[in-house]
T-cell receptor, first 113, second 115 residues
Framework: EDQVTQSPEALRLQEGESSSLNCSYTVSGLRGLFWYRQDPGKGPEFLFTLYSAGEEKEKERLKATLTKKESFLHITAPKPEDSATYLCAVQSFNAGNNRKLIWGLGTSLAVNP | SAVISQKPSRDICQRGTSLTIQCQVDSQVTMMFWYRQQPGQSLTLIATANQGSEATYESGFVIDKFPISRPNLTFSTLTVSNMSPEDSSIYLC????????????FGPGTRLLVL
């Protein structure tokens, strides 16, 4: 069964304290792994798509990496505005052969000034 | 990426009533998706709506409870019927953008509380 597990559930950092969020997945035939950011009361905001093991993507203080079993979202020198829930999803197919995303529960990140 | 709006942004409803949520996109898209996001749970896909065909529902979701319309390539509605407190949730619509693997972009969500 396709599954996505994110850890930790919650993370509290001091401003400038770098860390990593983990997304482990089980899917038959990975076509893409997605990272999103979600602020309270808002819809998920797209960050990255990773397609194959070894791939890396960067945006400002965020860097996403992918292996055959997991992805990491590295946050370098975070700022308070990086506080949000970070969601990971992988693409799969439903019974009707339509594309669908399988989502993790997310990591709630709080960055203290 | 597409700009997506949803109406209403939030609502409080009585049990037994129905609510229709609208999703409007600023460009034509083939596939639209409806999700539910409940506290402590991951985003759960309700159904996929392709213009010109019947929506495809995920396991655990049925058309009588969540009827969907897709009248054109920029608009869709999701109705939550005969509501109960268990339907209290955030409802999100999303569309696929371009790219090598289809990326989904989300609307701001509709926060529903059923009393």
């Amino acid at each position: 069964e396709d599954q996505v597990t994110q850890s930790p559930e919650a993370l509290r950092l001091q401003e400038g304290e770098s860390s990593s969020l983990n997304c482990s997945y089980t899917v038959s035939g990975l076509r893409g792994l997605f990272w999103y950011r979600q602020d309270p009361g808002k819809g998920p905001e797209f960050l990255f798509t990773l397609y194959s093991a070894g791939e890396e993507k960067e945006k400002e203080r965020l860097k996403a990496t992918l292996t055959k079993k997991e992805s990491f979202l590295h946050i370098t020198a975070p700022k308070p505005e990086d506080s949000a829930t970070y969601l990971c999803a992988v693409q799969s197919f439903n019974a009707g052969n339509n594309r669908k995303l399988i989502w993790g529960l997310g990591t709630s990140l709080a960055v203290n000034p | 990426s597409a700009v997506i709006s949803q109406k209403p942004s939030r609502d409080i409803c009585q049990r037994g009533t129905s609510l229709t949520i609208q999703c409007q996109v600023d460009s034509q898209v083939t596939m639209m998706f409806w999700y539910r996001q409940q506290p402590g749970q991951s985003l759960t896909l309700i159904a996929t709506a392709n213009q010109g065909s019947e929506a495809t529902y995920e396991s655990g979701f049925v058309i009588d409870k969540f009827p969907i319309s897709r009248p054109n390539l920029t608009f869709s509605t999701l109705t939550v019927s005969n509501m109960s407190p268990e339907d209290s949730s955030i409802y999100l619509c999303s569309v696929e953008g371009g790219g090598r693997v289809e990326t989904q972009y989300f609307g701001p969500g509709t926060r529903l509380l059923v009393l």
